[in-house]
């Protein structure tokens, strides 16, 4: 059962990396690929409970979690990098589990980017914050990740990883534009974009430190009070 599932889940996230290679090369297909992606955030979700009949209100709490995290960018866009977006996804898988946390990624970049703008950076988004809520909660038993000071550790490697997959993508897009293809170039671009990753690391402490403990209360008895997503 175990094997079975971890093939599954494998192939689905295979999926979804032909779905960026095919971003990339019809780029102006962006957001068909990103509902795709839904899709197949959905699916690694649902066959999670393929055992049992998915509730109704569990998939609400999924988009009302989905919706606070594209919301929290709105009022941080004229500020690079800082947002509580990260903060809620990974707070979401921590609780609800990897699977739950990827789909908040995944839904949230694509609800913000209806507002922020959409793009073939889009699909990336998608990935990168779904990744955030998955790790998360992959990691959610571990000592590590039970101890603030994990999840403040974690906060800030994906306020880097997040801005280094993203940073990925513009290169990508550089080269479609006729840029220039060397490795040295390449280790620019990531330096560049340094400032900004360290903002978004900052921005993912401080909403841990303020706010990390009273949101895992608050969803942990949600999910004990009603039996969501169990």
């Known amino acids: 059962m175990r094997k079975h599932k971890a093939l599954v889940t494998g192939f689905l996230f295979i999926l979804m990396l032909v779905l960026l290679g095919l ?37 609400v709490l999924l988009a009302v979690l989905a919706s606070i995290a594209a919301v929290g960018r709105i009022p941080f866009a004229s500020l690079p990098s800082v ?37 073939p950076w889009t699909p990336w988004q998608m990935v990168a914050w779904g990744l955030v809520g998955l790790t998360a909660g992959l990691l959610r038993n571990t000592l590590f990740m039970k101890k603030r000071w994990g999840q403040i550790v974690f906060g800030v490697i994906w306020g880097y990883l997040f801005g280094w997959i993203m940073n990925l993508w513009g290169f990508i897009a550089l080269i479609q534009s006729g840029g220039s293809q060397t490795w040295k170039a390449f280790i620019v671009y990531m330096i560049g ?38």
């Open 193 to 230: 974009s340094a400032t900004f990753d360290t903002f978004h690391a900052i921005s993912n402490v401080f909403f841990l430190v303020v706010f990390g403990g009273i949101w895992i209360k608050i969803l942990f008895r949600f999910k004990r009070k009603y039996g969501l997503l169990e």
């Open 23 to 59: 971003n990339y090369i019809w780029e102006d297909s962006y957001l068909g690929f990103s509902f795709g992606l839904v899709l197949l955030a959905l699916s690694l979700f649902l066959f999670r409970f393929e055992t049992r009949k998915v509730e109704p209100r569990e998939l």
């Open 83 to 119: 947002q509580p977006t990260t903060f809620v996804i990974m707070m979401s898988g921590y609780v609800f589990g990897a699977e739950s946390g990827f789909v908040i990624g995944a839904v949230a970049a694509l609800a913000s980017n209806m507002i922020m703008g959409q793009g």
